[in-house]
């Protein structure tokens, strides 16, 4: 029958389409990579590297970096991906600790200081970013409010219902602001901030970037964001401004790790080299303030106050603040 | 001559009267049973493919499902575990001069619940650290390390190797149901979805009646029209209208800009408008289709014996249109309950079951609480899906008789007419309205912004490739899902077999269930051998193709139900084998049910989003997830970009299977 042939051969040719299509993805030379870094980033530092380590890069969507690290948790030991090439420096203590990396002498990294390595080369700090507040200058001006300096400036009333921040259960930004506001002030007294934060919030982001683009777009007056999110948006021409707190602010390092499992050994400890050269760092500095190789430029020239953070301390405590934050303030 | 087939089941199966079931008591049912059974027996090559079909449904439902409920009931503690390579020669020794030292130290350790001692051969000792729920497991793993230095001297001479390892203990309690029950931030997610899908569901029923009603009974100039806007929601992706609402009414949108008021789209509004236009074309399809085959001769009699516009509305089409409302109804719920996109957009603090279970995993790592929150999911599913059941089966609806009738056509009462446009307009406006925000939204650089002329937002290359992978995922869910399906219910309807019924609900199981609890089960079950799939681009087109399994199977049991069994038993008294006679007479016959099961599985797997965002790895992006990603992090210029291609390929996929269907003279749609 006419029909009956003119259906199977359509259903037949999508099929050996479908086929050709992914016997060709098993072919190719693939790495795959999970990270948190920004999607904007990542589709200009993934070709960079494919073209370095001549293998194809699949990253994941921009998890944010909790969102990462509990899907890596979920999968452990049997990791669904090679490399986390971009995720906090205390998740990679709590993975090294945990056993769930493979150690690679990298010796591309040998110019690069010891504090940014870890000892037993589990992993590595590429660039470190830190958290800072952002405020809407049009919209200040509009709703006469005055410009926030401080973290405690945060908590005035007058910003009632102009707050953006990101939530602590699923951003890394979020996590590093609050427990940044833990070692400075002592936890009782971070939290009765966070008390005055919370009341004037209008909305907790999934994301760290996600209030940056709010305060910028207008939505809010007020965001707590990352620095590369704030400053590439002034950059861009948007009416905002980065606020670093007075009273300091932390910075984690951006790391990256080969998980146990990796499919793709060679390729990955060609990208942990790479990321080392001097080309890597400076791509890298083109949008992250800082980055761990010395003597390349990178966007904030300026010596933030940044505290001296206890990266062990927050990986030891990180449930436990998790836990009370969301008992506190997520109804 | 006679060819010697050992086919008696066509001739009796359709004949058995239903009337026979009544008058069974245990007995003969058992003897039912029983002869069932050997008969089923007696034909190999069927009892191979429901075997097949009963493993496959197990495997790939019903065990995702238990893992679900069995995570619920378990609860994980941190552990440390200090192994010890030691050299000691007598147990007194090891006890006295290691362990004893050691548990000492470790006994004040915060978060400590219980220490295990293990011995195991000659020179290997653990020792086990339980620490509560909850606990850091670095912290218990630093803690540890800092309690043993100062017994580290004492006990070195005599250590070979030590080794620390973090671990979890798994151990079966209903703690964590517990937990949800007496924080608030927990259940109130439960009481938020149960209240938001019936609102949705009650809004949806009522105009999608309206639009169904007035889209056929009203004045031609509005048929057209009303049935495209009652049906175009369908090719977006279900997300899509949270983000035009946000456009339209999200605090830097439209309607606060070009009115100047503080007004806030997020939260309870957002969610139920969003979630009433996209499933305002579900409603208004069952609506549609049972008022459609509606045949007017009881309302013109009631007319004739002049009864009011309102009482015929109500007294006589409402009633008789209630299997349409009441699936339609059934399946808004479900969708409603389930939905993830638009509450993770839109719901701004306000919390919803599908997207906590989710951000509970993703959040705290908490996969027992993501499982509790998917047992939840499950049970209002369940209760709405058998109550659609035993309210439908057994009752009456038809009054067709099979003749056309030659009926002068009735134009709509101006009384019925108004009110309903009254409920149509606005609606109408507002879905167009938000189409034109993607287009706004895709082609300006920040809508209301910055409001030049630009395509930048398209020129994303992980966003187009994950276009093409959703096509490829989508092809392959929908090649697989239809045959599966309709080769299923025609077993189930033309065949005898043993707990038909049972096997019958574990495969629409699939469909009633959640997509967050597919996911969630999906993760568990397959995520170690013997079956480790995850990460692979396999697990998520079986994933979708047993999810949309039911429709294809309702497809081809309601096709079949209209089928004479008379034509395969003549193809049976000809000489056709059973698999002949399903390849050659059967599945040409019923070629529609696999076509409308391709299409469904195809549309809904371009949109899929709740039960994918588990599965997704690097490089299987697919494009609806892709969208959400952009969207949260307030990219929402380029999140309408893709929306745009996606909405593109939708349609040209339904274009080119219209026009294949011409072609081959198969009624496609």
Redesign the interface.
Known sequence: ????G??SA??LV??TV?FL??TQ?LAAD?L???THT??SE??KWAPAAEKAIGARI?????FSS??L???A???AP?F??DVIWGFMNMQA??GA???WFIAYDSPAWKDIPEKFKDPDRYWYGFNYWFAAAVVNTDLLKKKNLPKPVSWTDLTNPAYKGELVMP?P??SGTAFLSVSAMMQIFGEEKAWKLLDGMNKNA??????G??P???VA????AVGVSWDHAIYSRVDKGFPIEGIIPSEGTAYDLDSVAILKGCKNLKAAKKLIDWIATKEAMELFGQTRSKVTRPGVKATVSMEPKLIKYNA?WA??????I??TW??KF?? | MFPNSGHTEPKESNRQPESCMNMANTESYFSRVVEDVRRFIRNPGLVGLTALATILIFIFIVLPIGFVLEKSMTVGYPIVTIQYHHQFSSDADLDRKLVKPVMTVLKPIPGLIKTTVIKKGVQDASIILRFEK??????G??DTKRAILPVQDTIAPHIEKVR???GKERVYSTETYRDFFS???YW?SLRNSIVLAVVSTTIVVLMAFCFAYVGLRGPHWARGPLRVLGLIPLVAPPFIFSLSLILLG???GVIPKLFDFDFNI?GWPGVIIAQVITFLPLGYLMIENVLRSLGTNLEDAAADMRASDYNILFKITIPLSYPGILKAALLVFLMAIADFGNPMLIS??V?FLATDAY?Y?????N?EMAAVFCVFLIIPSMMMFIAHEVMLKGRSFTTIGGKPQLVEERSISKKIFYPMMVVVGPMSILIVACFGMIFLGAFTE?LM?NNTFTLEHFN???GIR?L?TSI?FA??AA?IAPLFGVTLSYIFVRKRVPFKRALEFLSLLGFAVPGTVMGVGY?LAF??PPL?L??T?LIMIINEAFRNLSVSLEAGSSKLHQIDVAIEEAAVDMGASAFKTFTKIVL?LI?SALIAGFIYTFMVGMIAVSAVIFL????N?LAA??IL??A????LGMACAISIMLIVVVLVCLIALKV?GK????EVY
């Open positions: 029958m006419k029909q009956k003119i259906l359509v259903v999508a099929v479908m299509f992914s993805a693939v795959k990579v999970y920004d999607i990542m589709e699949e990253w994941s969507p921009r909790n969102e690290w509990s899907r948790e979920a999968e049997n669904q991906a203590m709590i600790a945990k056993d939530n259960g699923t209008g909305q907790y982001t999934k994301s970037s996600a940056a683009k709010l777009n207008g939505e809010y062990v990986g030891e405590n990180k449930n436990r998790m836990s969301k008992e997520q109804k | 909850r606990w850091d497991d670095l912290k793993l630093n620390y390892r973090l924080h608030s931030r109130h999200g605090r830097s997020y701004g603090n919390h951000l995993w993703v959040g705290e790592n996969l920040i912004i994303s290359p992980n994950s093409a490829k092809l392959s090649c993760i995520n170690s480790k995850t990460g681009f040409p070629s997704i790895s690097p490089g992006n997830l892709y990603a952009v949260e992090q307030g990219n294949v072609y081959t003279k198969t």
